[in-house]
């Protein structure tokens, strides 16, 4: 099994930074790609970010491209999210997400590419 601890969320005032971590523990967590999502209240959970097994390609959703990094390290089991420019439209609950496979080429944008999830952290941003 992969289990999933978040920690990293909080309160931050419009144009502050936040570092999301997310770790694993478990098998095969540096054979899988990694992805973050988001819930607002009373919207979907939407996509975020992703980045393959390896860490050599990342994706991301247009909303936060440019404003979001996602990392990891294989070594420490550990993803990261790094939010910069924050706008009030981020606040949410953030997700961290391991894909259901291993080894998969790209990293994918859907809940259902995605087998194991962190407990969920919120975010606020405030204006």
């Known amino acids: 099994q992969v289990q999933l601890v978040e920690s990293g969320g909080g309160l931050v005032q419009a144009g502050g930074s936040l570092r999301r971590f997310c770790a694993a523990s478990?098998?095969?967590?540096?054979?899988?790609?990694m992805g973050w999502f988001r819930q607002a209240p009373g919207k979907e959970r939407e996509f975020v970010a992703a980045?393959?097994?390896?860490?050599?390609?990342?994706y991301y959703a247009d909303s936060v491209k440019g404003r979001f990094t996602i990392s990891r390290d294989n070594a420490k089991n550990t993803l990261y999210l790094q939010m910069n420019s924050l706008k009030p439209e981020d606040t949410a609950v953030y997700y961290c997400?391991?894909?259901?496979?291993?080894?998969?080429?790209?990293?994918?944008?859907?809940?259902?590419?995605?087998?194991?999830w962190g407990q969920g952290t919120q975010v606020t941003v405030s204006s």
């Open positions: 997400a391991a894909d259901k496979s291993v080894r998969r080429s790209t990293a994918g944008r859907l809940r259902n590419d995605y087998a194991y």
């Open positions: 478990g098998r095969a967590f540096s054979n899988r790609a």
């Open positions: 980045i393959t097994w390896s860490g050599g390609s990342t």
